[in-house]
């Protein structure tokens, strides 16, 4: 997902946590208990993310298909643009049924669709393209693709936006398309 607020960044599909550019994101728990005396009092979490019992954490997918449940299929009402990308965990990592939780992720490699879920070519993609190289990782342009096209062409194995050489040197060089660095 890519924010616009004064540049393009990276933030979470999910909470509106930013990526931040040059370091890693650092997962925090944001779980709070109630107080059994004083029920509107919340208490902090007890514990470092990701906790085995907690959901908190830094999440990826293991599978590119399960992605799909972050990319609509059809414009909301506040589009956003998404972009799909690849990620390095570390730290303390939880292997979940479908993906990992980890204490810490940085983007590995980002692909940058063209087109916009509700059909419309996204303005102002190569300066997005740009600000988002900040974070030092392969950016790839993927001209004429949604970011459900993205999905399903990571799903296929292929790396959206290479062509047959590069996606070669891709596939001989990674086991796999979103495996985590630990």
Sequence with gaps: MVAE???AGLVSPVYPTPWPIGRALEAECDA?????L???KLRPPEHAAPAPTCSCGVHAVSLPGDLAAYVPSVAG???VHRVVGRVAMWGEVVEG??????????????????????GRRVAGLEAMALDLAGYGVPVHLCAGMTARDLVDELACDRAPGL?????????????????PRR
Excluded: K, M
Excluded at 32 to 36: A, H, I, L, Y
Excluded at 97 to 118: D, Q
């Design 5 to 7: 607020a004064g540049c």
């Design 32 to 36: 709070r208990r109630r107080e059994p």
């Design 38 to 40: 004083r029920p509107w």
């Design 77 to 79: 009402r506040r589009i």
């Design 97 to 118: 049924p479908r993906g990992w939780r980890a204490s810490r992720a940085y983007p590995a490699e980002l692909w940058v669709p063209e087109v916009h879920v509700n």
């Design 163 to 179: 062509d047959a050489a590069a996606q070669r040197r891709r596939l001989s060089s990674r086991p796999g398309a979103l495996i």
